[in-house]
């Protein structure tokens, strides 16, 4: 079945460098969704993307869509301890929901 | 107002035994999701109801059901529990509209003994 890898698996950087993490899928998707769960924590929803290169930023966090609509990826520019959680893209087809396999980022202050 | 509330917040299981959880959704909200999440396999979708009817589902086995009842709380049942059930249950709630942000409970710890 289709699974969204997500990549790398864990991250750590110091406070103040710059984070990415990146959504694949082997087919093509029609929308995704990215959210960030704190440890301890449930899943919160941070951003939608439905079109082919859609760009969409949130303050020092870019979200982008690939032209294929195939993957995606998440930059966080000069981490702060409050980045610190686990990345997870999300996306839907047919009638299956699919949870990317998430980015767990450690920020070292 | 209110969050996505899910009930209970904890609970301990023996194999063979079943057990109900529970999923108030935020008002207004017609779609409840519920997920299974573990160290190993990551966020798995199990299925969403909407408007009382099971509309999309994942691949579990038969043992894991749920039901939604008129004002959108949904209930998911787990029969025969095995140790492999393990995990934090999560239920997420929304608009229903296809793509809508998902709103997520603080989930149910099930523990299988």
């Known amino acids: 079945g289709q699974q969204v890898m997500q990549i790398p698996q864990y991250q750590h950087v110091q406070e103040g460098e710059d984070f990415t993490t990146y959504c694949n899928s082997s087919?093509?998707?029609?929308?995704i969704q990215w959210y960030k769960q704190r440890p301890g924590g449930h899943p919160v929803f941070l951003i939608q993307l439905v079109k082919s290169g859609e760009v969409k930023k949130q303050k020092r966090l870019t979200f982008q869509f690939g032209e294929a609509k195939k993957n995606s990826s998440l930059h966080i520019t000069a981490t702060q301890t409050t980045d610190v959680g686990t990345y997870f893209c999300?996306?839907?087809?047919?009638?299956?929901?699919?949870f990317g396999t998430g980015t767990s980022l450690t920020v070292i202050p | 107002k209110a969050g996505v509330t899910q009930t209970p917040r904890y609970l301990i299981k023996t194999r063979g035994q079943q057990v109900t959880l529970s999923c108030s959704p935020i008002s207004g909200h017609r779609s409840v999701s519920w997920y299974q999440q573990t160290p190993g396999q990551g966020l798995q979708f199990l299925f969403e109801?909407?408007?009382?009817?099971?509309?999309n589902k994942g691949n579990f086995p038969g043992r894991f059901s749920g039901r939604q009842f008129s004002n959108s709380r949904s209930e998911m049942n787990v029969s025969t529990l095995e140790l492999g059930d393990s995990a934090l249950y999560l239920c997420?709630?929304?608009?229903?509209?296809?793509?809508?942000?998902?709103?997520f409970g603080d989930g149910t710890r099930l523990s299988i003994l």
């Open positions: 087919t093509t998707l029609s929308n």
């Open positions: 109801y909407f408007s009382e009817t099971q509309r």
């Open positions: 999300w996306s839907n087809t047919g009638n299956q929901f699919y």
């Open positions: 997420a709630s929304s608009l229903g509209l296809r793509d809508q942000p998902q709103h």
